[in-house]
C-alpha cells in the first residue's frame, strides 16, 4: 500500500532505498528487535499462566500445552535461524577432495590439450568417440568455443599452462573466430572446423549466444587479471604435481611402480614441499627437468610403447620444459642476481646489494616486468648503468646483466601486447552480439533461436526458468538489451519429492540446471539452489 501510495497519490519518497551497504546492519537491527519481541510474548505467556492459575486454575492443564510453546518461542527462533545458516553445504575443502577434484581438472585438460590445435584451425571439436571408433567430431559451436577459451584460462590459473601458453593458445583461436562467418555479430550454430564453413542449416542459437557471451565477459576480466598475477608461483608446481599424480595412478593400474621407483622417489621429494620465494621455486622446477627426462626417455625405449604411462610421462616433460622455458625468457636476470654477479654487487655497494634483496623477494608479474616496475631491478640496473669506473673483472658482469634485464623486458612487452590483442578481440566480439532480434517483446520471452537460411525468427519459445538460456536471460537484461521484466516472465513451475520443493524444467537435464550456474551466484535456500 505504501509503494502504491506514494507511485499514485502523493509523488513523493519515490528514490527511497536502503544502501547496500547499511543493510547488514539493519538486517541485524530486525532481527534483535524480532528477538525481544519473541522475549516479551514467552513473559505475556508466564503472566497468564499465573492469572489462570489464581483466577480459573481448572483451564490451566489445557492452556498449559499451548503457554509452553509461546514460552519456548525464543529458542525456536534461534534453532530455525542456525539452521537456515547451516543450511547449505561448504566451508574448507579438505585436502583429500582438493587432490581428486585437481586430478580430474587435469584428466580434463587432457581433451583439449589433445585435440585444439593448429589441426582444427584452434578451434575445439564437439566430442571424441571412444567406443565407437568414429573418433572426432570435426564440428564446433559458439558454446564449445567459448568452454574452450574459459577452460584455456582455467588450465593456466590451475598451473597446465604458462602464461605465454595461455595468451598464444586464446589468441590464435580469437584470430580463427574472428574470420568466421556470423550475422548480426553472433556466431552460427555449427562449423566444419576444417573448412571453416558454417553448416547447414545456417542458424543463430540463443543458447550459445548467451553462453559465448558469458564466456567472453569472464574471458576478457580473467586475461586482464593474468598478466598482474606472479609469473611463476606455486600454481605451476601444484600443476606439475597434479601431472605427476595422474601418472603414479596409471603406473599403479598398470603394475609398474616398482620398476621405476627410483625415479618416482627422486621426483616425489621434488614436489613435497611447495616453495615460496623466487629463487626456491626456479631452482624446484630446474631440478624436476632431469628425473623426468629420465623417466620419459626409459618408457619410449621400451617395446612396445607404454601406451597410458608413456603419454602422462611426456606430458610430464612438456609441462617442466614449458615452465623452465619461461623462466628461460623471464627469469635469467634473477639467477644472474642470485648467484653470478656477487663480485658487481660488491663493488657497486651496499645500496646494490639492497636493490637485488629487493628484486628477489617477490615474482614480478608480466606487466610490472615489460613496464619496468618491477621493486629493486630498476634501481639496480640504474647504478650498474651509473657505476662509473668498474674494474675489468666485473665490467662484463655488469654487460651481461643489462642485457638479460632488456631481453626480459622485450619479451614481456611483446607478450603484453598479445595478451592486449587478447582482451580487445573478446570485447569486439561481446560488444557485436546484440540480443535484441532473439527476444519477442510481446511474449516477453527468448525465441529458440533465429533461422538465417529462412530469415525467419523461431516459432518456439524459452518460457521456463529453469532453463540453459537462462544466462542469455540474465545477460541481455544486464547489457540492456532487453527489459528487466522479462526475468519475471519466465514462469518457475514446481512439484515435490521426497518432501523437498523441485523447480521443474522441460527435460530435467543439467545443462538445463547447471550450466547457468557456471557464471551465475547461487542462492541459499532459493528454488533454484534447491533443485541443483
Given at each position: 500500500?505504501?509503494?502504491?501510495?506514494?507511485?499514485?497519490?502523493?509523488?513523493?519518497?519515490?528514490?527511497?532505498?536502503?544502501?547496500?551497504?547499511?543493510?547488514?546492519?539493519?538486517?541485524?537491527?530486525?532481527?534483535?528487535?524480532?528477538?525481544?519481541?519473541?522475549?516479551?510474548?514467552?513473559?505475556?505467556?508466564?503472566?497468564?499462566?499465573?492469572?489462570?492459575?489464581?483466577?480459573?486454575?481448572?483451564?490451566?492443564?489445557?492452556?498449559?500445552?499451548?503457554?509452553?510453546?509461546?514460552?519456548?518461542?525464543?529458542?525456536?527462533?534461534?534453532?530455525?535461524?542456525?539452521?537456515?545458516?547451516?543450511?547449505?553445504?561448504?566451508?574448507?575443502?579438505?585436502?583429500?577432495?582438493?587432490?581428486?577434484?585437481?586430478?580430474?581438472?587435469?584428466?580434463?585438460?587432457?581433451?583439449?590439450?589433445?585435440?585444439?590445435?593448429?589441426?582444427?584451425?584452434?578451434?575445439?571439436?564437439?566430442?571424441?568417440?571412444?567406443?565407437?571408433?568414429?573418433?572426432?567430431?570435426?564440428?564446433?559451436?559458439?558454446?564449445?568455443?567459448?568452454?574452450?577459451?574459459l577452460s584455456a584460462l582455467g588450465a593456466h590459473d590451475f598451473g597446465y599452462l604458462t602464461v605465454?601458453?595461455?595468451?598464444?593458445?586464446?589468441?590464435?583461436?580469437?584470430?580463427?573466430?574472428?574470420?568466421?562467418?556470423?550475422?548480426?555479430?553472433?556466431?552460427?550454430?555449427?562449423?566444419?572446423?576444417?573448412?571453416?564453413?558454417?553448416?547447414?542449416?545456417?542458424?543463430?542459437?540463443?543458447?550459445?549466444?548467451?553462453?559465448?557471451?558469458?564466456?567472453?565477459?569472464?574471458?576478457?576480466?580473467?586475461?586482464?587479471?593474468?598478466?598482474?598475477?606472479?609469473?611463476?608461483?606455486?600454481?605451476?608446481?601444484?600443476?606439475?604435481?597434479?601431472?605427476?599424480?595422474?601418472?603414479?595412478?596409471?603406473?599403479?593400474?598398470?603394475?609398474?611402480?616398482?620398476?621405476?621407483?627410483?625415479?618416482?622417489?627422486?621426483?616425489?621429494?621434488?614436489?613435497?614441499?611447495?616453495?615460496?620465494?623466487?629463487?626456491?621455486?626456479?631452482?624446484?622446477?630446474?631440478?624436476?627437468?632431469?628425473?623426468?627426462?629420465?623417466?620419459?626417455?626409459?618408457?619410449?625405449?621400451?617395446?612396445?610403447?607404454?601406451?597410458?604411462?608413456?603419454?602422462?610421462?611426456?606430458?610430464?616433460?612438456?609441462?617442466?620444459?614449458?615452465?623452465?622455458?619461461?623462466?628461460?625468457?623471464?627469469?635469467?636476470?634473477?639467477?644472474?642476481?642470485?648467484?653470478?654477479?656477487?663480485?658487481?654487487?660488491?663493488?657497486?655497494?651496499?645500496?646494490?646489494?639492497?636493490?637485488?634483496?629487493?628484486?628477489?623477494?617477490?615474482?614480478?608479474?608480466?606487466?610490472?616486468?615489460?613496464?619496468?616496475?618491477?621493486?629493486?631491478?630498476?634501481?639496480?640496473?640504474?647504478?650498474?648503468?651509473?657505476?662509473?669506473?668498474?674494474?675489468?673483472?666485473?665490467?662484463?658482469?655488469?654487460?651481461?646483466?643489462?642485457?638479460?634485464?632488456?631481453?626480459?623486458?622485450?619479451?614481456?612487452?611483446?607478450?603484453?601486447?598479445?595478451?592486449?590483442?587478447?582482451?580487445?578481440?573478446?570485447?569486439?566480439?561481446?560488444?557485436?552480439?546484440?540480443?535484441?532480434?532473439?527476444?519477442?517483446?510481446?511474449?516477453?520471452?527468448?525465441?529458440?533461436?533465429?533461422?538465417?537460411?529462412?530469415?525467419?525468427?523461431?516459432?518456439?519459445?524459452?518460457?521456463?526458468?529453469?532453463?540453459?538460456?537462462?544466462?542469455?536471460?540474465?545477460?541481455?537484461?544486464?547489457?540492456?538489451?532487453?527489459?528487466?521484466?522479462?526475468?519475471?516472465?519466465?514462469?518457475?513451475?514446481?512439484?515435490?519429492?521426497?518432501?523437498?520443493?523441485?523447480?521443474?524444467?522441460?527435460?530435467?537435464?543439467?545443462?538445463?540446471?547447471?550450466?547457468?550456474?557456471?557464471?551465475?551466484?547461487?542462492?541459499?535456500?532459493?528454488?533454484?539452489?534447491?533443485?541443483?
Amino acid at each position: 500500500c505504501r509503494v502504491w501510495f506514494r507511485r499514485w497519490v502523493s509523488g513523493k519518497h519515490l528514490l527511497q532505498w536502503t544502501t547496500a551497504q547499511a543493510a547488514p546492519e539493519r538486517m541485524r537491527a530486525q532481527a534483535r528487535s524480532f528477538f525481544l519481541q519473541m522475549l516479551s510474548i514467552s513473559a505475556l505467556s508466564v503472566c497468564l499462566a499465573v492469572v489462570l492459575y489464581f483466577v480459573r486454575p481448572g483451564s490451566l492443564p489445557f492452556a498449559a500445552p499451548f503457554l509452553s510453546l509461546w514460552v519456548r518461542s525464543p529458542l525456536v527462533s534461534v534453532i530455525l535461524k542456525a539452521q537456515a545458516a547451516g543450511g547449505s553445504p561448504g566451508g574448507v575443502v579438505s585436502a583429500a577432495r582438493e587432490e581428486r577434484v585437481r586430478r580430474t581438472a587435469r584428466q580434463t585438460w587432457r581433451y583439449f590439450a589433445d585435440f585444439v590445435g593448429p589441426d582444427t584451425s584452434w578451434l575445439p571439436p564437439d566430442n571424441f568417440q571412444v567406443f565407437q571408433g568414429r573418433g572426432l567430431a570435426m564440428r564446433t559451436s559458439p558454446t564449445n568455443i567459448g568452454l574452450w577459451l574459459l577452460s584455456a584460462l582455467g588450465a593456466h590459473d590451475f598451473g597446465y599452462l604458462t602464461v605465454d601458453e595461455v595468451i598464444g593458445r586464446i589468441l590464435q583461436s580469437l584470430r580463427t573466430v574472428k574470420g568466421l562467418q556470423r550475422y548480426n555479430g553472433h556466431l552460427l550454430n555449427w562449423y566444419d572446423i576444417r573448412t571453416l564453413k558454417p553448416l547447414a542449416p545456417r542458424y543463430v542459437s540463443t543458447v550459445d549466444s548467451g553462453n559465448l557471451l558469458g564466456c567472453l565477459w569472464t574471458l576478457h576480466e580473467g586475461m586482464r587479471e593474468v598478466v598482474d598475477k606472479p609469473l611463476l608461483g606455486q600454481q605451476a608446481w601444484r600443476g606439475i604435481r597434479d601431472t605427476f599424480g595422474v601418472l603414479r595412478t596409471v603406473l599403479r593400474e598398470a603394475d609398474r611402480l616398482n620398476e621405476h621407483r627410483r625415479v618416482l622417489t627422486t621426483l616425489q621429494e621434488h614436489l613435497t614441499d611447495p616453495p615460496e620465494q623466487m629463487m626456491e621455486i626456479i631452482r624446484c622446477l630446474r631440478r624436476a627437468v632431469a628425473p623426468t627426462a629420465l623417466l620419459a626417455n626409459a618408457l619410449r625405449e621400451e617395446k612396445p610403447a607404454t601406451g597410458e604411462v608413456l603419454y602422462w610421462a611426456e606430458r610430464l616433460e612438456l609441462e617442466v620444459a614449458a615452465w623452465v622455458s619461461l623462466m628461460d625468457r623471464y627469469f635469467s636476470w634473477a639467477e644472474l642476481l642470485a648467484e653470478g654477479v656477487d663480485g658487481l654487487l660488491a663493488e657497486l655497494g651496499a645500496e646494490a646489494l639492497e636493490a637485488r634483496d629487493r628484486a628477489l623477494a617477490h615474482v614480478p608479474s608480466l606487466r610490472a616486468l615489460a613496464t619496468g616496475e618491477v621493486p629493486g631491478l630498476r634501481d639496480l640496473s640504474r647504478a650498474v648503468e651509473k657505476g662509473g669506473e668498474l674494474s675489468e673483472v666485473v665490467r662484463e658482469d655488469a654487460r651481461m646483466l643489462l642485457e638479460t634485464v632488456e631481453k626480459a623486458q622485450w619479451f614481456a612487452g611483446e607478450m603484453l601486447a598479445r595478451q592486449e590483442e587478447v582482451v580487445g578481440e573478446s570485447l569486439a566480439l561481446a560488444e557485436g552480439m546484440g540480443m535484441q532480434f532473439l527476444y519477442d517483446a510481446e511474449r516477453r520471452l527468448f525465441a529458440i533461436g533465429y533461422n538465417v537460411s529462412g530469415q525467419r525468427l523461431d516459432g518456439s519459445y524459452y518460457d521456463l526458468f529453469a532453463s540453459e538460456a537462462r544466462l542469455a536471460s540474465y545477460l541481455a537484461i544486464a547489457r540492456g538489451d532487453v527489459p528487466t521484466k522479462h526475468w519475471l516472465a519466465m514462469a518457475r513451475p514446481y512439484g515435490s519429492m521426497r518432501r523437498r520443493r523441485v523447480l521443474l524444467s522441460w527435460s530435467g537435464s543439467m545443462f538445463e540446471y547447471l550450466m547457468p550456474l557456471i557464471f551465475q551466484r547461487s542462492f541459499d535456500n532459493s528454488l533454484l539452489e534447491n533443485a541443483c
